[in-house]
């Protein structure tokens, strides 16, 4: 078989199947990291684990809304100590599920120099990649008791290795890939042509990629894929199409995207078919000051109310929560 990359869009006959009884569902994804300037250089040692003690409040509100997160943790969360306890707690009670988000440059072995290029782990050297990888996940399974379900780079940062590092390792699940964003110009991965339809990212059928969601909506949303490559030899082109309503790039997440922009582009993708919603964001904008998502305390309670919102319309909807086991036994192969 030829070695498929990550970095490239699958082939046709990739997107998975799910059994006739997995209907709709969604899935919640927690980029549990420290707390660090994001308009800084990167750094090894200039970070912070402020929040962690938010983690017990989102987990409860999380269990009052139906919601079962997939909190994917890095090294500094792996250690820190009221982190592990909360989702430690919730991981035995079955109201959470585990998995781990690679930031490489706090992660080690540190053998390479700290940059924007080597910020997205898989830009490293292979050997490099899969020592920090599985330093990771060796320490996650010590800390948590049980192994990490889903894989997600850090950054989304997969490269040219990533997918026989996922197969090696025994991954069933990664959820790395962004759909329809491009991170080229740092040096990172483009996913302007991916899809969001969960899809094996190995012709055994054995590693499923669950992109992270994000859809176009507005009347020009057919060429929108097309329209943001433009973008890249004239910045504003984009920005012109999204203040006159005629075409906008939805993400599923509270951080940057409103409720009623959320509601959109569940419509699209529950309408369009997708099986499997993907939400995301970063545990810091637990807290404010941390990420420029929560600045108060005010944006806080606004990505609290606007995950009550969105599970609400959900509910309504029909989609249900499911969980990485539920995935895993539900897809054909």
């Not at 709709?24 to 420290?34: A, G, I, Y």
């Not at 003690?53 to 999380?62: I, K, P």
């Not at 910020?119 to 920090?132: D, H, I, T, V, Y």
């Not at 997600?152 to 996922?166: C, E, I, M, S, W």
Request: net charge negative.
């Amino acid at each position: 078989m030829a070695k498929r990359s990550m970095l490239a869009p699958p082939p046709g006959n990739a997107p998975a199947n799910f059994a006739s009884d997995f209907g709709q569902r969604v899935l919640l994804t927690v980029d549990t990291e420290e707390e660090f300037d994001w308009a800084a250089p990167f750094s090894r040692d200039d970070h912070g684990l402020q929040h962690t003690g938010q983690l017990a409040r989102f987990q409860s509100v999380c269990e009052e809304l139906g919601a079962h997160p997939v909190y994917l943790v890095d090294w500094p969360i792996a250690h820190d100590g009221r982190a592990v306890e909360i989702i430690g707690d919730a991981l035995r009670r079955k109201t959470a599920s585990i998995g781990m988000q690679l930031h490489g440059w706090v992660n080690p072995p540190f053998d390479e120099a700290v940059n924007t290029h080597n910020s997205f782990a898989g830009n490293l050297p292979p050997e490099l990649e899969a020592a920090k990888f599985t330093a990771l996940r060796d320490r996650i399974e010590h800390a948590f008791g049980t192994a990490p379900a889903i894989y997600r780079a850090g950054r989304y940062g997969v490269g040219p290795n990533t997918a026989d590092l996922l197969k090696d390792n025994g991954f069933a699940l990664d959820t790395s890939v962004r759909s329809l964003f491009d991170y080229s110009e740092q040096g990172g991965p483009d996913f302007t042509h991916h899809p969001a339809v969960p899809y094996w990212i190995d012709d055994e059928s054995t590693v499923l990629e669950l992109p992270v969601t994000s859809v176009y909506w507005g009347m020009l949303r057919q060429l929108g894929r097309q329209i943001h490559r433009a973008q890249r030899h004239m910045p504003t082109f984009f920005a012109a199409f999204s203040k006159l309503s005629l075409l906008e790039r939805i993400a599923l997440t509270p951080e940057g995207v409103t409720v009623e922009e959320a509601l959109r582009g569940i419509d699209i993708a529950l309408d369009d078919g997708l099986p499997l919603l993907i939400l995301s964001f970063h545990s810091p904008s637990l807290a404010p000051g941390h990420t420029p998502y929560s600045r108060s305390d005010a944006d806080v309670e606004r990505i609290y109310d606007w995950f009550r919102q969105i599970y609400a319309y959900l509910d309504r909807r029909g989609v249900r929560s499911t969980t990485p086991n539920e995935i895993i036994s539900s897809v054909k192969r």
